[in-house]
């Protein structure tokens, strides 16, 4: 059993890391500790920006991976987290969260 936990601890801290290159996402909640359903509550609020809520969107697909249409949890009520795409999202980045998701890309993970 405490081979699970592990496990399971050290890819939520791959989650908080991966959060944390996003620059608007830092110390966000659910961050850290890495909590999909609290960090998505904030990125469909009120405090999230355009380029926030993208790192979101990105940053919850990766948890979720391929999850598109009615397996979209985060996209439902009461969360609304749009479904990643990648061109809207580097129009709203800057450089640094460009930097993060093509860091991401040069050795992607998936929980």
Known sequence: MPALVDEEHLIHLQMSRLCES???????????PWN???????????????GSRWAAAFVLGVWNGVSVGRDR????????????????AMGAWDHQHAAAFIAWCSKPFWP
């Open 22 to 32: 996003f620059p608007s996402l830092f110390n966000k909640p659910g961050v850290r």
């Open 36 to 50: 999909q359903k609290i960090f998505a509550q904030w990125a469909s609020g009120p405090g999230a920006t355009s």
């Open 73 to 88: 949890w985060f996209g439902k009520r009461p969360y609304r987290v749009p479904e990643f795409d990648v061109v809207q």
